[in-house]
Nanobody, 121 residues
Framework: QVQLVESGGGLVQAGGSLRLSCAAS????????MGWYRQAPGEQRELVAA???????NYADSVKGRFTISRDNAKNTVHLQMNSLKPEDAAVYYC???????????????WGQGTQVTVSS
């Protein structure tokens, strides 16, 4: 069984910073892409940032230059450093990972439970 556990959400003033972390654990054989999506009330879930096992990154245009994604392959963790936060960044942030587990020999997408980010203006 594979689990993704997020931490680091909270309330911050506009212009402030938060760092989200996500740890994958369980019967993991390999992890390809790890990343973050977010979903605001009444909106569709959208990609924020993603990173491959080789370190290639992809960002939503709305967060480029403000957010930085990183990962530690040895620890199966991914982080999202969010700077210069804006009220429109407020959402539930979900960690995800494309994982091949030891019990299911094909790549599947796994999701965390979500962590709330609130930005006050």
């Amino acid at each position: 069984q594979v689990q993704l556990v997020e931490s680091g959400g909270g309330l911050v003033q506009a212009g402030g910073s938060l760092r989200l972390s996500c740890a994958a654990s369980g019967s993991i054989f390999s992890i390809n892409v790890m990343g973050w999506y977010r979903q605001a009330p009444g909106e569709q879930r959208e990609l924020v940032a993603a990173i491959t096992s080789g370190g290639s990154t992809n960002y939503a245009d709305s967060v480029k230059g403000r957010f930085t994604i990183s990962r530690d392959n040895a620890k199966n963790t991914v982080h999202l450093q969010m700077n210069s936060l804006k009220p429109e960044d407020a959402a539930v942030y979900y960690c995800y990972a494309d994982i091949i587990s030891l019990t299911i020999p094909r790549r599947l997408a796994y999701w965390g439970q979500g962590t709330q980010v609130t930005v006050s203006s």
